[in-house]
């Protein structure tokens, strides 16, 4: 199974990137959506943001085999993982699974399937991250302080992966994952 797998810190701008490469249409991939027990933030949508589940339900699930990866994300308690069977959907609609995962799920699916494109997306200076997370709003000075914890942490692992992309303009960076896949899958 191919799978494009995108991690990086918090605040590097996965989100954004993932939404722009998916709108372009440009590469045939689809978003993998996780399965997370955090609640929904304003505006989410359950199957489309994730699939929103209860902590039992998530552990029982797990303990059954249902996940290809599960990591418990920033020590918090929250767990995500990607589903089996969401993979084993968008290969059957003949799309390569885009996965945007964080750094300890994603090199576990490096081990285990072996036709992957890893890419880490990184910004010019770690800096950015704290700007990018303070401007995005979205978590408690205590969050951020965490997540940027977690971002030295996870830096140090980049190597790992087979390829970095700086996120500094959305454009170009946008451009360079369309073309490392193509080049990847030619
Ligand atoms: P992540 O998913 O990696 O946590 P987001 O995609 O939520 O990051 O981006 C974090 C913040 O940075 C958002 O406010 C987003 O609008 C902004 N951002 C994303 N990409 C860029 C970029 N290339 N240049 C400047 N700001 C960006
Ligand atoms: P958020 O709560 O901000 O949506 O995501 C927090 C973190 O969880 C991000 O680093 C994101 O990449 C990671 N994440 C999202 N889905 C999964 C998943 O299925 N597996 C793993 N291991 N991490 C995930």
Redesign the pocket.
């Given at each position: 199974m191919r799978l494009l797998i995108i991690?990086?810190?918090?605040g590097s701008g996965?989100?954004t990137l993932v939404r722009h490469l998916i709108g372009r249409e440009a590469i045939p991939v689809a978003k993998?959506i996780?399965?997370?027990t955090?609640p929904a933030?304003p505006g989410e949508v359950n199957g489309k943001?994730?699939f929103f589940l209860p902590k039992d339900e998530f552990l029982r699930r797990r303990a059954a085999g249902e996940f290809a990866?599960?990591?418990e994300?920033?020590e918090s308690g929250?767990w995500?993982?990607?589903l089996l069977a969401e993979l084993q959907r968008i290969v059957d609609s003949g799309r390569t699974p885009l996965?945007?995962?964080?750094i300890?799920?994603?090199l576990?699916l490096l081990e285990e399937f072996k036709d992957t494109l890893s890419i880490f997306i990184t910004t010019a200076s770690p800096d950015e991250f704290r700007k990018r997370l303070s401007s995005r709003g979205?978590e408690s000075p205590e969050q951020i302080a965490k997540r940027l914890e977690?971002a030295e942490r996870e830096l140090k692992l980049a190597h790992l992966y087979s390829h970095q992309v700086c996120n500094d303009s959305l454009d170009r960076a946008v451009d360079e994952i369309v073309s490392l896949f193509k080049s990847h899958w030619k």
């Open positions: 991690s990086g810190p918090s996965k989100s993998s996780s399965a997370t955090r933030r943001d994730y990866e599960t990591n994300v920033h929250v995500y993982g990607t996965l945007e995962i964080d300890q799920g994603g576990r979205s977690t």
